[in-house]
């Protein structure tokens, strides 16, 4: 349904309604992790490898994350911002308000089925390369909420996963590790990935 100016609040409630409905029904299996999708011979391109290697630099000193926090598991990221665990030794301080200048969404909280679609528009408004870290039980399963009718039982479903973090929450050390893990793997990424 198209939204015109002179819908009603009833008319928008039920485009949005209808929007959840078709994400919910096409989320019933997590989404493949990216890099599977390549063959093996691509990955191992010799030719190539110089320039991965300084653009795969430049990426992971650099990673800027997109603010997408639905829960408690933000006041661990908002811990690793400060001094004490200075993710600006990764060039991660810089928090983007835009999906168009990030690269990296850490999914810290639980989902709604309501926010679902928002949170997948934010993730396809960005640019490639592109990252997710599931963060925290409710990001990796719907944690202790899975059961709920209102609950995505993890951003797995709606978005392809490049690192979990578990713990309710995790501790700000889990996510530094789990950040160098995706570190690693943004050092393997191919050119001819994107
Ligand atoms: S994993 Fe625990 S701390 Fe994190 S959002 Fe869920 S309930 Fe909150």
Request: glycine share 6%.
């Amino acid at each position: 349904m198209e939204i015109r100016t002179d819908s009603t609040s009833l008319d928008i409630d039920r485009h949005e309604g209808n929007l959840i409905k078709e994400l919910r029904s096409s989320s019933t299996k997590p989404v493949t992790e990216p890099s599977g999708w390549l063959s093996e011979d691509l990955k191992r391109n010799i030719f190539l490898t110089t320039v991965d290697n300084v653009l795969n630099w430049g990426r992971k000193s650099s990673l800027w994350t997109e603010t997408a926090f639905t829960a408690c598991c933000t006041f661990e990221f908002i811990s690793l911002s400060s001094s004490r665990f200075d993710i600006a030794r990764f060039g991660m301080e810089v928090l983007r308000s835009s999906p168009r200048h990030a690269d990296l969404i850490i999914t810290a909280g639980t989902l709604t089925w309501k926010m679902a679609p928002q949170i997948k528009r934010v993730y396809e408004q960005m640019a490639e390369p592109k990252w997710v870290i599931a963060m925290g039980a409710c990001g990796i399963t719907g944690g202790i909420f899975a059961d709920s009718y209102s609950v995505v039982p993890g951003y797995n479903r709606i978005l392809p996963i490049d690192v979990y973090i578990p713990g309710c929450p995790p501790r700000p050390e889990a996510l530094l590790a789990g950040i160098e893990l995706l570190r690693k793997k943004v050092e393997k990424r191919s050119f001819l990935q994107g």
